[in-house]
């Protein structure tokens, strides 16, 4: 009887995750949605934080709570900096587009039927047979913290077992920020240098 | 009660999104950004004590912690945006 209460009790609170889920997934394609259909690209940017922080509240109701960290510090936070000295450096309001773009909505409507055609084929959310969990998985969580000496699984594996991997990501990540510094850095220098040379001009 | 309140936050996060998406100034969408981050810390909350794991508190301080920053930098854009325009009028 005890087992049984225990098991209402998880089958509760799995309801509770799935509403959860769809509640939190229909405010994101909202989100998504507004943020494409604003012509103040000041707001877009802001709804893209709404957005960030949406999917940060998904991914911990999907147990991922270092995923969602990451999303919540880079999108939520990065990202609408970042956003924020693009548009001060170009403009606050989006062009008006006279042609209807048919081909390019067809085609991200294609993929994303495609996408949703696959995730038929994928094996259940948390699945003890999927291949994700039967291939090296089983190594790690038995062997890494002996191996590697860092308790938590996530960590050894990004950081011992695939350091290369980790390695090149930082490289990655290292000359995306250098590019976006450079870009930012340049475009502010020249307008600044901008007005006094036109009030030299007047003069 | 623990779902009542993760019930009256959704509520609230709905008001906070139609203020984001219809906002007619820009403050009205910073508030709504911040009002969403909040929630979402409380949400995150509220979900470690219905899933039985109070330890998720420790990680919605660290999101309030975070909350902060788009929020400012927005404002500190404004602000810079506002003096620009002063200057030039």
Known sequence: MDEGARQDARQGRRAIDLYLNI????????????????RNLLASAMVLGIY????????????????????????AG???????????????????????PWLPLAVSLGAAGLLVYA????????AADAPAQTHVAP????RGEAETGVPNVVTAVLASYRGFDTLGEVTVIFT?????????GSATRRRRKAPTSAKEDSA | MFLAAAAALIAAMVLALARAFAGPTVYDRI??????????????????????????????????????????????YVKRDRARADKQS
């Open chain 1, 52 to 75: 960030s922080l949406l999917m940060a509240g998904l991914w911990v109701v999907l147990d991922a709570v270092d995923v969602a960290f990451t999303e919540a510090a880079v999108g």
């Open chain 2, 31 to 76: 508030l709504a950004v911040n009002q969403i981050g909040t929630q979402t810390v409380l949400l995150i909350a509220v979900m470690g004590f219905i899933s039985g794991r109070p330890d998720f508190l420790d990680i919605s301080l660290l999101y309030a912690l975070i909350n902060f920053v788009a929020t400012i930098a927005v404002l500190r």
């Open chain 1, 119 to 126: 995730t038929l084929g994928m094996p259940d959310f948390g």
């Open chain 1, 139 to 142: 190594y790690y969580l038995e």
């Open chain 1, 176 to 184: 995306a920020g250098m590019g976006v510094l450079v870009l930012l």
């Open chain 1, 78 to 100: 990065v990202t609408t900096v970042l956003m924020l000295l693009a548009i001060a450096l170009t403009g606050r309001e989006e062009k008006r587009v006279r042609t209807r």
């Open chain 1, 23 to 38: 509640i939190l997934l229909v405010f994101v394609a909202a989100t998504g949605i507004a943020a494409v259909w604003l």
